[in-house]
């Protein structure tokens, strides 16, 4: 059971690592372009069976530093190196200390920050977490953390850097952390890529008419379009896109009937909680909305009309780019005198980009 929540755990990193962006590139590549360390990310198991964490944590360190123009070379380390790093004999200027240990279903994390220059670590952060498909967050928190402790001295090597230089990452040929993925690019391209990215949507919904409409209307049926981007900011993603969809029902007076059709198309703002696995979001939609109605004695109406619908869901990532999600919806169409509303649950396939 451990080990097959250990690789569900590992799988679900990875893949929220590589949607950071870059391109890979071997050892052997980067070492031949005679790239300079800046960290040198120590990691170290407490216990042997716990390897298997071992490309979850590289993996985060490095993604982390990455964001931050800092060059990277991951090594396994001893328990002797994990307690007194020489970053120095390295060719670095800082290492960072990873040490975890897994006891029953929580680990337990270690990190700390040496200078080159210094005896003891500048920073130590300590957290545990359930060894559960939150665990990502657990430990990309803590980075978050160590690395908001030592934000000026990551500046002056940030500095430090050739004004010319492209940040790299390096893995040491001979002491390499086996199945760990080296990824390399500029600040500038790291910048676009982590902080932008673009949701495709498409769902299928029954409209369920509510208050005076329900005496009317009959059920509904709503399939609809989403395309969005989103923008990382410090209260997290924020999308913005465009919505359209095509609402169709039937309507039963006591003089007359119709087929009703409406088509809203309009701006969507979408928040997401997180980005693991599991995300919950919710979001605002509003805009005109073309109504028609073809009636049995005044033929076909049309008219344009203002409508609001907002709701919430949860996503269930299934890769890495494409998830399936459940949205509970509310829409107000916003006919005189009377309102149309209703309830619209609906399924829908996600791709993000």
Not at 31 to 42: A, E, H
Request: net charge negative.
């Amino acid at each position: 059971m451990r080990n097959q929540t250990s690789a569900v755990v590992q799988g679900i990193v990875a893949a929220a690592l590589l949607v950071a962006g870059g391109y890979s590139l071997s050892a052997a590549d980067l070492q031949s372009q005679g790239s300079k360390t800046d960290v040198v990310v120590l990691i170290n198991p407490l216990q042997k069976q716990d390897d298997a964490f071992r490309q979850l944590i590289a993996d985060a360190a490095q993604y982390k530093l990455q964001r931050l123009g800092l060059r990277t070379e991951v090594v396994p380390a001893s328990a002797a190196e994990a307690q007194k790093p020489r970053p120095q004999e390295r060719g670095a200027a800082a290492a960072l200390v990873c040490q975890y240990g897994v006891q029953g279903q929580e680990m337990d994390v270690t990190l700390g920050w040496y200078d080159a220059k210094a005896d003891s670590s500048s920073a130590v952060v300590q957290t545990k977490g359930e060894v559960d498909l939150n665990l990502d967050d657990v430990i990309l928190t803590a980075l978050d953390q160590m690395l908001a402790k030592v934000h000026d001295k990551i500046q002056l090597i940030s500095d430090s850097h050739p004004p010319d230089a492209t940040p790299l990452s390096l893995a040491v040929a001979n002491n390499s952390v086996p199945g760990v993925t080296v990824v390399t690019h500029s600040s500038h391209e790291q910048a676009g890529a982590s902080t932008r990215r673009f949701l495709f949507s498409g769902g299928f919904a029954p409209f369920l008419p509510a208050g005076a409409a329900a005496y009317y209307f009959t059920l509904g049926y709503l399939p609809s379009l989403l395309a969005c981007i989103f923008i990382d900011t410090p209260v997290g993603p924020i999308g913005l896109g465009l919505y359209a969809g095509m609402d169709y029902f039937t309507a039963t007076g006591s003089q007359d009937f119709s087929n009703t059709y409406l088509f809203p198309f309009g701006i969507d703002v979408r928040y997401e909680l997180g980005r693991a696995m599991f995300r919950p979001f919710f979001h605002v939609a509003g805009g005109p909305a073309l109504m028609v109605m073809v009636t049995g004695a005044q033929g076909t109406l049309t008219s344009v009309l203002p409508f609001l619908k907002s709701g919430i869901g949860l996503e269930l990532m299934v890769t890495q780019a494409i998830g399936i999600s459940a949205l509970a919806d509310y829409d107000v169409y916003f006919v005189m005198p009377y309102l149309l509303t209703g309830f619209s649950p609906s399924m829908n396939l996600e791709l993000h980009l």
